[in-house]
């Protein structure tokens, strides 16, 4: 696997493989990879013939008082992954590279609506920050697929959106959520858990589980919400959201969808989680 932190090393790599006709799928993440990153590549192995992953903890799309210095940072056994799973390339840029005018003085890239809801409520700036070095990082590797988590739900929902309303030419794949035997999410910021949160946190994908089915079995979506946000309180979690919205678009649901995602977001301890599970009714 070729290391580098040059895009220019990227753009030729990348032009050598294109000469030749061969295709390229990207992975971009945030380092301290897990099962869930290592599935990313694992499927782009499968559609490309070749993978280019980057690892690069992006300042823009984490808030003032969130966990950018924090964030962990694994990079040697990032490596070791990534070559033990068969990635080609791995991009490593700097914060300089990125952002040679600093953050405040950068083109964004902002996606109304599906970024302001939710996590982008939240968040202020989140999905600007992730759309836009989403955007600067395609245009640098130029893949022909890229493959993200369907974890973070809402974020593909905004790749996707950005990647049409730019005319993108980049098939955006959408990859089954990892999870701990419990039922927890991968996420790096499940490193952020104690022993005894980590067993608590597996309360999340159970809330998620009896509210689907309840409200499969006829119960509203209000009475649902309330006792699966009782059920989050009581193993230690503070919500933040928890919502029942249409699966395809993020809509708030009116009484003819029936393709539905429950979307969460919930802080246990130093860690902010989040998870969804979709469903039809
Ligand atoms: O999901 C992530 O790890 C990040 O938001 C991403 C897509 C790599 C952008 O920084």
Sequence with gaps: MITT??????????????IKGETVAFVPTMGNLHQGHITLVNRALKQADHVVVSIFVNPLQFGKNEDLGAYPRTLAADKQALVDAGAALLFTPTPETIYPKGLDKQTFIEVPEIGDELCGASRPGHFRGVATVVNKLFNIVQPDMAFFGNKDFQQLLVIKTMVADLSLPINIIGVETIREPSGLAMSSRNGYLTAEEKINAAALKQALDQMALSIQQGESIIEASQHATASLIEAGFTPDYLEVRNSSNLQPVNAEDKSLVIVAAAYLGKARLIDNLTFDR
């Design 5 to 18: 932190a040059a895009i220019s090393d990227i753009r030729d790599q990348v032009n050598a493989w294109r």
